[in-house]
């Protein structure tokens, strides 16, 4: 991708959205450590939010080091060569962005020019993708909750960064179309040969890290006792927290996706409420009619699950498709948490169920529900579009599983046979907080005490 330098300046309402829209996205992955981190057990929530924590450092200096260049810099071979893959040399270090100034609008700055694509410098655009490498790499952790070393997560985040999620983001995300005078004429397969529509992640965010999540569980095994041993949420308040923080933060990953404070961003923000307030609804429905009550952690996973699903087609819907969509994924996405214990795969904090699943749901079911009326301006076969853009959908969706699917399992296979991915069975008895980080996050009362408080929280720290 080309950024030109222009003789005018950024606008300023895109430029405030945008730099809004980064700090929202970027919010998302502290929610997403509450939310992952009251999931777990008491002895491991400091270490589950450690592995956001520690992928906000280490996705922060890959970025900007190669990620950005190898998910937008022009094609490394050229091109007419298939846009696999950006040059990492190209914006290496964001050489070439972080330069120039405005030109003031009474010319009493000098004409020295700052890169914009489109509306907006590139240097918000770098910071807004930024904040997508970094939650879809903390995603992946949700699966290997309880026992994976911390030293091996580190490892791991380095290399899935740069070898799976940095080209992922080349093939799908092309905002070429969107943004007048700005030519991406060698990136992003999917999004330009393919033509699947996927506005802000669906494939590369969340069909991602949930394969990724997927393949990680098989290889480190299942927890010790699991799933006989009930290991319950040890703090639901944390989880719902999170919740409410990631659909907070979501605004600016959807909306955000727009790059501007137009109508597409307008529109995008109604079509992800009224999904997401249609998933919790519809996984609500499912437990009630299922196990006869509705439960706090199933209201913040079905939001998580509606957020998941409009990702990839806030912009291709209109309300009505927004709201199919929405009960489609909390339906499903309620009843596939519990493949994990069908099919023998310990996914912690079902990852698979949510971000895998809803993932594909939200991207196949553009093929279904996309409106011309809409921005994204295709029709979908319930639209009269017949199947074209349900097997394009297919492709990109099964391109990135499949891809994802197999690097990951390279990249886990060569850390469990060096440094090794699964903390030793002390460690897991003794909980990865302790023996990882030498921290707990509560100290218990002692047993003798006669507080109706401290017995409690003993009796929570035995349980966990």
């Known amino acids: ?62 970025w900007v080091l190669y990620g950005f260049s190898l998910a937008f810099g022009n094609d490394i071979w050229g091109t007419g060569s298939g846009g696999l893959l950006g040059d990492p040399g190209q914006y290496f270090g964001l050489k ?4 120039g100034n ?17 509306t907006i410098p590139a240097t918000v655009f770098v910071a807004f993708q930024l904040m997508f490498a970094i939650i ?23 290399l899935w960064s740069t070898i799976v999620y940095f080209p992922v ?28 529509i996927d506005f802000a992640g669906g494939t590369a965010v969340h069909i991602n890290a949930g ?30 927290l999170g919740a409410g923080l990631l659909w ?50 199933g209201g913040a996973s079905g939001i998580v699950a509606g957020l998941v699903a409009i990702t990839p ?45 809803g993932g594909i749901i939200g991207t196949l079911l553009v093929g279904f529900f996309a409106t011309a009326t809409a921005p994204a301006a295709v029709d979908g076969l319930f639209y009269g579009g017949g199947w074209d853009q349900l097997w394009r959908q297919a492709v990109g969706a099964g391109s990135v599983l499949a891809y994802s699917g197999v690097a990951t399992a390279i990249i886990g296979l060569a850390i469990k046979f060096t440094i090794g991915l699964r903390a030793d069975p002390e460690d897991e008895a003794e909980g990865l907080d302790e023996s990882q980080h030498a921290e707990t996050a509560y100290d218990f009362a002692a047993i003798g005490s006669t507080s109706a408080f401290s017995q409690s929280a003993v009796a929570v720290g035995k349980e966990a």
């Open 136 to 158: 879809t790499v903390a995603l992946v952790s949700g699966a290997v909750a309880d026992r994976m070393k911390f030293s091996a997560w580190v490892v791991f985040t380095i």
């Open 248 to 297: 907070f933060g979501w605004y600016g990953f959807n909306a955000g996706s727009a790059v501007s404070s137009g109508g597409a961003a307008g529109s995008t923000f109604i079509t992800t409420t009224v999904a997401t307030a249609a998933a919790m609804l519809a996984w609500l429905v499912v437990e009630v009619v299922r196990d006869g009550h509705a439960t706090s952690l």
């Open 102 to 118: 405005y030109v003031a609008p009474d010319g009493s700055t000098p004409a020295t020019f700052i890169p914009l694509f489109g």
């Open 313 to 357: 087609s806030c912009s291709s819907v209109n309300v009505l498709g927004a709201l199919a969509i929405g009960v489609v994924a909390g339906v499903v996405c309620a009843l596939a948490v519990g493949l994990k214990y069908k099919l023998g795969f310990d996914d912690s904090l079902d990852v698979v169920g949510v971000h895998l699943v």
């Open 96 to 99: 070439g962005l972080i330069s």
């Open 1 to 62: 991708m080309a950024f030109p330098t222009m003789d005018v300046a950024p606008d300023t309402g895109d430029t405030a959205w945008m730099l809004a829209s980064a700090a929202l996205v970027l919010l998302m992955t502290p929610g997403l450590a509450f939310f992952y981190g009251g999931m777990t057990r008491a002895k491991n929530v400091l270490n589950m939010i450690m592995m956001s924590v520690i992928s906000m450092g280490i996705v922060t200096v890959l």
């Open 169 to 196: 983001a080349h093939w799908v995300f092309d905002f070429s179309a969107a943004n007048a005078g700005i030519t991406n004429e060698v990136g992003g397969w999917i999004a330009n040969n393919v033509k699947a």
């Open 211 to 240: 394969v990724a999540g997927l393949v990680l569980a098989i290889l480190l095994g299942k927890r010790r006792g699991w799933p006989r041993t009930p290991m319950r949420p040890h703090n639901l308040p944390f989880v719902m």
